[in-house]
């Protein structure tokens, strides 16, 4: 009964705010056959780790059986992973009968590179999100890998006709156009919770705030973020204000509401002490960004989920207190920005989250938690800090992405294998391949202040006047009677030259006439 009344309010109280729901799009380019060569649209998901800054290429195919990936796919034995040195599969299969986590899923265990969901009707692009229930069977979804995509109908037919035909389809899905990049800073906001009692997802964000910390301080510190924190809250409808439910969910007489953490309102921790515990997280940043370290937002919530939580009774004012001391804060100046939760006025803070969760330009209106907005757009995928990474460093203008984004961390590791496919010098350990968060590129090198010059896949060649100290240029070098003699000449010049009285190719060798 409860819970039912629950579900109804809550119906009520999000129904006011469904408002725009901006579905993040970016391109996925057919390459071939021919016939449906073009680019179109797709939706990425919400789970999974899209490859913001990079692109990747991939081979279609449709299942004989099991077209919906509702099920293992090693029930009826077939695996889509590519042999090594192959494209990755790009698994196409149909919307429907079961979520679209689960269809993502057996796709990755069977060796899938990505997955294509096709729409089963004509309509717009919606995002594939992860189930709301907890008790969805959730514990595969932190461990969704593959990027997916919501194609349309239209697109799914073509593509399968093209496949029943015989014919091998090649897909480009690119991101690296999916977030604007336009400066040298970037601007994010999460739009988090404090409230650790609803399953799943409140774990991922735990955990991903506990990981993405280091990098978010670093990247907050050095100025090249402008980060912010978001909380979400509703009013509860004029009718209900003297109800129960808001009562127990609300603050500020029936302003900001947030749901029951546990959905019963008979036990535990109540709609309105989420709404002060996150009241209180937001006063912690707006008091911390004034004193000019807005990065400790970071260390209080990690902290505060550690040290305060509901499971273990202390979800308290008492406890976030303690947390607010430690970090080398007034209590007292917290307790300001909080002000009175039975006051019948307005909270400038609460109130200014309220007008900032309605969507503006790009960007739709905020109902999903957690939500990451980067350079006002919505981040589509997993909250996994290498992602997230990923997704920040896209949005610098290319060469001014700070160091952090080059790191080890969230490099690709594509030289490792075959050398990324660049050019390599194996004698003298030099290559042309760099892993970087765009992917790997193939640039000839600077070794030893020589300059290597080259299309960077084929062919580097040293230049410059020291070109000869490295591996004397990639030139013939031998000894004769006792005397050395090279093939390399260091000066401005080119190439290789067997020196005078020698014949050959100057490369491999040169014999004395
Ligand atoms: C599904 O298939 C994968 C790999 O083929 C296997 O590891 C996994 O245990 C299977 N899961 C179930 C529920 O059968
Ligand atoms: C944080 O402080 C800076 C500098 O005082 C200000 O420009 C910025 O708007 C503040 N950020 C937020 C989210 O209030
Ligand atoms: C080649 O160079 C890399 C980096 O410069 C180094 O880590 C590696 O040990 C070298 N390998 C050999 C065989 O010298």
């Not at 913001?52 to 029930?75: A, E, L, R, W």
């Not at 040293?462 to 009677?481: D, V, Y």
Request: hydrophobic share 30%.
């Amino acid at each position: 009964m409860k819970v039912g009344f629950l579900v109804c309010i809550w119906f009520v109280l999000c129904g006011c705010c469904m408002g725009r729901f901006v579905v993040e799009k970016n391109s996925l380019r057919v390459t071939s056959p021919d016939s449906i060569k073009e680019v179109y649209e797709c939706a990425i998901g919400n789970f999974g780790v899209p490859q913001y800054g990079g692109t990747m290429v991939g081979n279609v195919m449709y299942p004989k059986t099991n077209q919906k990936s509702c099920k293992n796919f090693s029930d009826f034995d077939v695996f889509y992973k590519s042999k090594p040195g192959g494209m990755p599969v790009f698994l196409l299969v149909d919307r429907g009968d079961c979520f679209f986590t689960l269809k993502a899923w057996n796709a990755q265990q069977a060796g899938a590179g990505a997955i294509l969901v096709a729409d089963d009707r004509v309509e717009p692009l919606i995002t594939m999100d992860t189930p709301e229930e907890e008790d969805a069977k959730a514990d595969y979804l932190q461990d969704i890998t593959i990027p997916s995509a919501l194609i349309s109908k239209s697109l799914g037919d073509s593509i399968k006709k093209e496949l029943s035909k015989g014919e091998m389809v090649n897909i480009n899905l690119d991101w690296r156009e999916a977030l604007p990049h336009p400066d040298d800073r970037v601007e994010y906001e999460f739009w988090t919770n404090s409230n650790d009692e609803c399953g799943p997802k409140c774990e991922s964000q735990r955990e991903f705030v506990k990981h993405f910390k280091g990098a978010a301080q670093i990247l907050e510190q050095k100025g090249y973020t402008q980060f912010s924190p978001h909380y979400i809250t509703w009013y509860c409808p004029e009718a209900f204000i003297l109800s129960k439910q808001c009562k127990s969910q609300c603050i500020n007489h029936g302003r900001y509401c947030d749901p029951d953490p546990e959905q019963d309102f008979s036990k535990g921790y109540d709609g309105k002490d989420v709404v002060l515990q996150n009241l209180r997280q937001a006063c912690f940043f707006k008091v911390a960004n004034e004193s000019g370290k807005p990065w400790l937002w970071w260390d209080y919530v990690t902290d505060f989920a550690i040290r305060c939580p509901m499971k273990e009774k202390k979800y308290t004012k008492e406890c976030a207190d303690q947390v607010i001391k430690s970090l080398g804060f007034d209590v007292k100046q917290i307790e300001k920005c909080v002000g009175d939760p039975e006051a019948d006025t307005d909270n400038p803070v609460l109130k200014a989250e309220q007008d900032t969760q309605i969507g503006k330009g790009a960007r739709g209106d905020v109902t999903i938690l957690p939500t990451l907005i980067i350079n006002n757009r919505q981040y589509r995928g997993k909250l996994d800090k290498g992602a997230v990474l990923k997704a920040i460093c896209s949005g610098f203008e290319e060469t001014t992405e700070p160091a952090i984004c080059l790191t080890e961390e969230i490099e690709t590791n594509e030289c490792l294998e075959s050398n990324g496919g660049c050019w390599q010098d194996k004698a003298a350990n030099i290559t042309a391949c760099q892993d970087t968060f765009r992917g790997r590129v193939c640039e000839c090198p600077v070794v030893q202040g020589v300059k290597f010059v080259g299309d960077g896949y084929t062919h580097c060649e040293a230049s410059g006047a020291l070109r000869c100290e490295i591996n004397n240029g990639g030139c013939w070098k031998g000894t004769q009677n006792g005397r050395a003699y090279s093939a390399c000449i260091d000066d401005h010049t080119k190439g290789c030259k067997c020196p005078p009285g020698f014949k050959g190719d100057g490369v491999n060798s040169c014999e004395g006439m």
